[in-house]
């Protein structure tokens, strides 16, 4: 299985609401990111989970909240987003962090705040 | 800090011609290279990946990649392109600590029939 799954594919919420993205894979990967990307653009990094430990925040505002609570899931939960916060939202892994591993993306989750 | 530069916005090729796609890169080190293919409202797909070794890099459907220390490049290549190679094509870089991916700006490919 060299599968990252992300649900939901799509989501729609207003600035009020709360919601969570969901990212699992079940490589053994022991370091996950979350990416955001906008159209047009190169995916940015946001967040890196490495052994279900936090290991690095881009300087991502607060309300985007990450969580890994075991190895092979992450999510992302969403509050008071802001329209500029739409875009395409990817989750990827790789073994543990290393020269020569690639990191494999899942599909995105595209999220549109109204 | 690791960065990577592709050129070109957009390379245009007919089917059944060869293509390049550019990327030039800057690192402190070692250079830990890849690949990566975009489809419309997709994720991204691995193709291929230089560490060490072989200049010249295989990868997934039919691409390979030229590593060239001198010029600090690692153009992406195809003998003969297809119609469903038309997508956007990302260069990408390890990060010092190697805890992430640097990404370059994009190369949207398009292919003619």
């Known amino acids: 299985d060299t599968e990252v799954t992300q649900t939901p594919k799509h989501l729609v919420m207003g600035m009020t609401n709360k919601k969570s993205l969901k990212c699992e894979q079940h490589m053994g990967h022991r370091a996950m990111y979350w990416y955001k990307q906008k159209a047009k653009k190169p995916p940015e990094l946001m967040f890196v989970?490495?052994?279900?430990?936090?290991?690095i925040n881009e300087s991502v505002p607060s309300r985007f909240s990450p969580e890994c609570p075991n190895s092979s899931l992450l999510n992302l939960h969403l509050h008071a987003l802001q329209p500029e916060d739409s875009a395409l939202y990817l989750c990827?892994?790789?073994?543990?962090?290393?020269?020569?591993?690639?990191?494999?993306f899942g599909q995105g989750t595209r999220l549109t705040v109204v | 800090a690791q960065s990577v530069a592709q050129p070109e916005d957009q390379v245009n090729v007919a089917e059944g011609n060869p293509l390049t796609v550019k990327c030039t890169y800057s690192?402190?080190?070692?250079?830990?290279l890849f690949w990566y293919v975009q489809y419309p409202n997709r994720g991204l797909q691995f193709l291929l990946k230089y560490i060490t070794g072989d200049n010249l890099v295989k990868g997934s459907y039919g691409f390979e990649a030229e590593f060239n220390k001198s010029q600090t490049s690692f153009h992406l290549k195809k003998p003969s392109a297809l119609v469903s190679d038309s997508a956007l094509y990302f260069c990408?870089?390890?990060?010092?600590?190697?805890?992430?991916?640097?990404f370059g700006t994009g190369t949207r490919l398009l292919v003619s029939p």
């Open positions: 690192v402190s080190g070692n250079p830990y």
């Open positions: 990827a892994s790789s073994p543990p962090s290393g020269a020569n591993t690639e990191a494999f």
């Open positions: 989970y490495s052994y279900e430990k936090l290991s």
């Open positions: 990408a870089v390890r990060d010092t600590g190697f805890q992430k991916l640097v």
